[in-house]
């Protein structure tokens, strides 16, 4: 069924390793500039893949207001908050524009990881002549680990503290189901809106594969050790991929229904038409590719869309040799010959937040009439039979844009877009 109001976009806010805010972000997906290169962060002598795409040129200050709030806020939550900031700027809004009980938050999380430092000292002082001591670490930990830790990294405290900087008191609510979770996230927000429960929702994700837990525990799944090229290591549907890249972003949107948008005067910057998502609990025994099907089918059918009307598909384009291949007969199967791109291949893999950062970049090829074209696609695979968006971006006009993203577990998300008419 078609949604019962008009839900559109008009605010928009990233931290991306290609840029933080929109223009930088664009620019460098104009031209085909990778964010992926050595980790920086800490020192990645010790972990076995020491790169990937890292948020450079990012000062929190700039967004967190009062600055006392970043002793509680892990770098992610951090990302999410000034999107947030960035996005509802854009927008136009203001405290006095919509009532504080009309504006909600819904947000796309991982599982936050914390930081070695937190805990280091305290670790210290469990440690007797060279060996740890479990019974003196909780005296040590009392003692050295700052009293709110816990507070940094609670996957839902990144739409908490969005919700008290902008005195959002309305719906508020996190999808913490990997990278499914930004487009889930945008879903529940166009449900909220239809269902008449809020005037504006802030919603999108936020994610980080970059904490050295997070690298070296990625060794055990599908990933590139292309060290000497990191800036070519991710190549979605590419022949010679050898698996996915880390990274770290954020987005968030801000939505809300067309009649509210005009009321106010908003700029929209596209509009939301549908979202389907289906689960393949057995992945042992069925197909995933059926899953990824399926959410196709169902977002076009909620937007009233043909395949033919799709202008272009946003892919998960994980990198991964099974990855790619599933989701491009999924593609090939209910889309046909669409133009296809991959944006992972800019800055690899953001967990929960890589799904926002993508439909960002289908927000603006929707408005410019251009679609990124995918970096590193040198030698087609047979075995992804998709039309990839390949050498430069694709100059033609844009009506509809499918958003696609799956996460291990089996769960499949789409999400379809237009632009503004």
């Known amino acids: 069924m078609p949604l019962a109001r008009e839900i559109v976009i008009t605010g928009l806010g990233v931290v991306s390793p290609i840029g933080v805010g ?14 992926v290169g050595p980790i920086t962060q800490f020192d990645p002598s010790g972990v076995p893949i020491p790169f990937g795409g890292e948020v450079r040129q990012f000062d929190a200050k700039e967004f967190v207001k009062p600055r006392k709030s970043l002793k509680v806020m892990a770098r992610e939550i951090q990302f999410g908050v000034a999107c947030a900031a960035m996005a509802y700027e854009d927008a136009g809004l203001t405290p006095q524009s919509v009532d504080p009980e009309r504006r909600g938050v819904v947000l796309g999380t991982d599982l936050i990881q914390g930081q070695a430092e937190d805990v280091a000292e305290a670790f210290r002082r469990a440690i007797v002549d060279g060996r740890f001591d479990f019974s003196l670490w909780g005296e040590a930990a009392m003692r050295e680990i700052y009293p709110l830790w816990m507070l940094k990294y609670l996957p839902n405290m990144p739409a908490c503290h969005i919700a008290i900087a902008l005195d959002a008191r309305g719906p508020n609510n996190t999808h913490a189901l990997g990278e499914v979770s930004s487009l889930l996230a945008m879903s529940e927000a166009v449900r909220v809106l239809e269902r008449g429960m809020a005037d504006v929702m802030l919603c999108g994700g936020t994610g980080s594969r970059l904490n050295p837990v997070v690298v070296i525990r990625s060794c055990l799944t599908e990933v590139s050790h292309r060290a000497d090229e990191p800036e070519r290591a991710c190549r979605p549907f590419d022949a010679d991929r050898d698996g996915q890249v880390n990274g770290e972003g954020a987005a968030v949107f801000v939505m809300e229904t067309r009649q509210h948008a005009l009321a106010r005067g908003a700029r929209i910057r596209a509009r939301v038409l549908g979202y389907g998502c289906a689960c393949v609990g057995d992945r042992d025994r069925r197909d995933p590719a059926a899953a990824v099907e399926a959410s196709i089918r169902q977002a076009l059918g909620m937007a009233g869309c043909s395949p033919r009307d799709v202008g272009h598909v946003n892919a998960h384009g994980i990198s991964t040799r099974e990855g790619d291949r599933m989701e491009a007969r999924a593609i090939r199967a209910a889309l046909g010959d669409v133009p296809v791109t991959a944006l992972k291949s800019y800055f690899g893999n953001l967990g929960s937040g ?8 289908s927000v603006l090829a929707l408005e410019h009439g251009i679609v990124p074209h995918t970096l590193n696609y040198d030698r087609a695979d047979p075995a992804c039979p998709v039309n990839v968006v390949r050498g430069q971006p694709l100059r033609a006009p844009q009506r509809v844009a499918l958003l696609l993203n799956q996460a291990p577990t089996g769960q499949a998300a789409a999400l379809v877009l237009a632009c503004e008419e």
């Open 22 to 35: 929109w223009q930088g972000y664009w620019a460098a997906l104009l031209a085909g500039r990778s964010g």
């Open 354 to 361: 890589t799904g926002a950062v993508e439909a960002l970049g």
